[in-house]
């Protein structure tokens, strides 16, 4: 059988005497690489392109006091393989340090297995924004196999365990799963301040959850609608909702 | 295989007097929306939720009558575990609803440690499922067989008396995900042996805006 790349990259950020954050440790592996930049530590290359086969691993620390936010150069194409593929992300965020986790959406092209896993623990008084998007398969493609598993620990209690599963097309393409979407994501959001009123519109739910964090659940036709979708209910649950707009 | 213990069948049965009859699992908003109309319609949105809402209810029904088995101890944690698998509000409301119900129907019925362990709280349904179902001398595969097939049933029923469906029809339906429903109450069977925290968790971003929408909503027949 033929073996994928298994990168292991790693970034910790940790606040100094001064609170200032400072990148302790970037690393890159192989195809998997990390670049930091002034607002964000980037992931590129092959990261974004998981084939069948890979097993891809980032380790995220973000120490007390600290902030870091990861992007990705690109969408994520999710590819075919002579073995599923895998990504795991670990995080943990010490208390009063913000993790922003926005990488550009991932495609599950046709005849991808791919499963993506993400754990993240917060300590009391961390917090965090998870962005995750999916677009089911290329344009006018039906999707590959897909599973994401997102767990996340707050002060040491769950605070969200959440799945997609795209696997039978009965089951995810079924009016009480994702119906006829092409497009499907998630925010959540973690710490203090937000939102505790639940809130509603096309294709959209802004959900507070029983520990502090809301999570947003969004399905659209497109990528580009679904990211409006995310963006306007992102507004809303920071408690913001006369500023929502009525695009969705 | 031995004969099913008439205990476990009162469990699944609809007249049980635990308020089931009052939540459509999202078949009401369902119809509301359009997007369930007749028959065909139904059966793909029990598939899509059985998958889901009905895999997580049956993990989380069998984890709890495995935990009943052992000392009588707190549920809290297992409660927690389906707090997070349970993003909307208002399906946690309807859970919890269904859990103090059934909860209160068991109580009446059976003596059990695990029982008491519950008592004056209201723990989400499959939480107290599966403590009533050790209760009524069941084990987690019982347990989970009867929180997806009774998911099931329960939309099923819901969507005849909204839609005014033909019920041999609905029923014929129901048999026809009798395989899939075995086989979720299977898969969550396994998943409850291993660590509560990583039970299934599959989402339905769907059942979840309904749920939201339908506890919004003026005019409605069921709670959810």
């Not at chain 2, 929306?33 to 939720?49: E, K, M």
Request: aromatic share 4%; hydrophobic share 50%; net charge negative.
């Amino acid at each position: 059988m033929t073996r994928g790349y298994t990168p292991r990259a790693a970034v910790t950020a940790e606040a100094d005497a001064a609170g200032r954050t400072r990148l302790t440790r970037l690393r890159s592996d192989g195809p998997l690489a990390v670049r930091a930049t002034a607002d964000a530590v980037y992931l590129v290359g092959a990261a974004a392109s998981p084939l069948g086969g890979d097993d891809a691993a980032l380790d995220l620390a973000v120490g007390p006091g600290a902030r870091l936010a990861i992007r990705s150069a690109a969408t994520a194409l999710a590819l075919p393989g002579p073995a599923p593929s895998r990504t795991t992300v670990r995080a943990t965020v010490g208390a009063g340090g913000r993790l922003d986790y926005a990488p550009e959406p991932t495609v599950a092209a046709r005849g991808c297995h791919h499963h993506a896993k993400a754990l993240v623990d917060l300590a009391e008084g961390a917090s965090l924004r998870w962005v995750d998007e999916l677009i089911l398969g290329r344009h006018a493609e039906p999707p590959g196999r897909h599973t994401s598993r997102f767990d996340v620990t707050y002060a040491g209690r769950p605070l969200l365990r959440h799945e997609l599963v795209l696997d039978d097309p009965a089951v995810y393409g079924s009016t009480a799963v994702l119906a006829d979407a092409r497009a499907v994501g998630s925010v959540l959001l973690a710490g203090p301040d937000l939102a505790t009123d639940p809130f509603t519109a096309e294709g959209l739910s802004v959900l507070p959850l029983v520990g502090p964090g809301v999570l947003i659940t969004a399905t659209a036709p497109d990528s580009a609608a679904l990211r409006r979708r995310l963006a306007d209910a992102e507004t809303y649950a920071r408690g913001l909702p006369e500023t929502i707009s009525h695009h969705t | 295989m031995a004969g099913t213990d008439a205990a476990l069948l009162l469990l699944a049965d609809s007249r049980l007097p635990a308020g089931g009859h009052a939540h459509s699992g999202g078949v009401e908003p369902a119809v509301a929306a359009g997007a369930v109309t007749d028959v065909a319609d139904l059966t793909v949105f029990l598939r899509g939720r059985l998958a889901t809402a009905g895999l997580v209810a049956a993990a989380l029904a069998a984890a709890a009558c495995a935990h009943a088995a052992g000392p009588a101890d707190a549920f809290d944690a297992l409660d927690a575990e389906a707090d997070a698998r349970t993003p909307s509000p208002a399906q946690r409301r309807a859970a919890r609803a269904q859990g103090r119900s059934l909860l209160r129907a068991a109580r009446a019925t059976w003596a059990h440690p695990a029982l008491d362990a519950l008592a004056g709280t209201a723990p989400h349904h499959p939480v107290a499922l599966g403590a009533a179902t050790a209760a009524a001398g069941g084990g987690p595969g019982d347990a989970a067989s009867i929180a997806a097939f009774t998911g099931v049933t329960g939309g099923a029923s819901a969507a005849v008396r909204l839609l005014g469906l033909d019920p041999l029809a609905v029923n014929r339906a129901v048999a026809g995900l009798a395989a899939d429903i075995d086989a979720v109450a299977a898969r969550a069977a396994d998943a409850a042996r291993g660590p509560w925290a990583e039970l299934p968790a599959a989402s339905a971003p769907v059942l979840d805006l309904y749920a939201e929408l339908h506890a919004g909503a003026d005019l409605r027949l069921f709670e959810s």
